[in-house]
């Protein structure tokens, strides 16, 4: 079934217009008594049946509420030093499909793209609306957010918001370092927030490694191979659903 973020549900009819209306009417086609589900704010998952068809909306009655969650149990942000072209674009829609609950960006010492207000706000609108078809597409129960900060001193601004932060660093992967994400998975509990930071193509300078150790940030190695500025919050996130979820 089609799933729909909206928000929020009164008693048990919902009113559907705008951008959903279009979706179940033209795109999908729908009729009377066909069902979808409707997902509001506070993650709730509501099974809804079309009871009536307007020119311009679309009225649906709950039949029923899911019970079980699609979410990780614990609460993790990625941060992605700016990499070049649509790297972002592919982060944010496979991230979301793995469970990421926020996206941040920040350009790095090393940092080849560069943004500007105006470019930063047409960017985060993209990526808010790939966040959301990919949070409908993989069944989600929440719709990740994107949020450009405009410094590095800015990322660092952000670390005490969460319970724990790590940061991906190839020098470890090149010294065999293969414990540490292990070890921090067994400390966090269920829903505590993590952050995990990676850097841009050329990765983190010395000094941003330094700054952020300084604030608490445990570094960390994601196996014996380097992987892309892409590649490596996927890995991340795997491994974070393995840890929490398969084991």
């Not at 799933?3 to 919902?14: A, P, Q, S, W």
């Not at 909306?57 to 990625?78: A, C, D, G, Q, Y």
């Not at 996206?103 to 010492?109: G, I, Q, R, T």
Request: hydrophobic share 40%; glycine share 6%; aromatic share 10%.
């Amino acid at each position: 079934m089609q799933r729909y973020f909206i928000d929020e549900i009164k008693g048990d009819t919902v009113l559907i217009t705008d951008d959903h209306f279009h979706h179940i009417v033209r795109v999908m086609r729908m009729k009377l008594d066909d069902q979808v589900y409707l997902v509001t704010p506070d993650e709730r998952t509501a099974i809804a049946g079309i009871s009536e068809l307007g020119e311009d909306f679309v009225r649906l009655t709950v039949l029923s509420w899911k019970s079980e969650s699609t979410e990780l149990p614990i609460n993790i942000t990625i941060a992605s030093g700016l990499p070049k072209g649509d790297k972002l674009e592919l982060i944010t829609q496979k991230g979301t499909e793995l469970g990421a609950k926020h996206f941040l960006s920040f350009p790095a010492k090393r940092s080849i793209s560069k943004w500007d207000a105006k470019k930063a706000k047409k960017k985060v609108e993209r990526l808010d609306k790939i966040a959301l078809e990919a949070a409908e597409q993989s069944h989600r129960s929440f719709v990740p957010n994107f949020q450009h900060l405009d410094s590095f001193q800015a990322l660092i601004q952000t670390i005490p918001n969460y319970d724990y932060v790590i940061v991906a660093y190839e020098e470890s992967a090149k010294e065999g370092e293969a414990t540490a994400l292990a070890t921090l998975f067994k400390q966090v509990r269920h829903g505590e927030s993590l952050l995990a930071i990676f850097g841009p193509e050329g990765g983190f300078s010395v000094g941003e490694i330094e700054q952020l150790e300084s604030n608490k940030a445990l570094k960390v190695g994601l196996g014996p191979r380097i992987l892309r500025t892409e590649t490596a919050p996927f890995y991340f996130l795997a491994a974070a659903s393995f840890a929490f979820e398969l084991s």
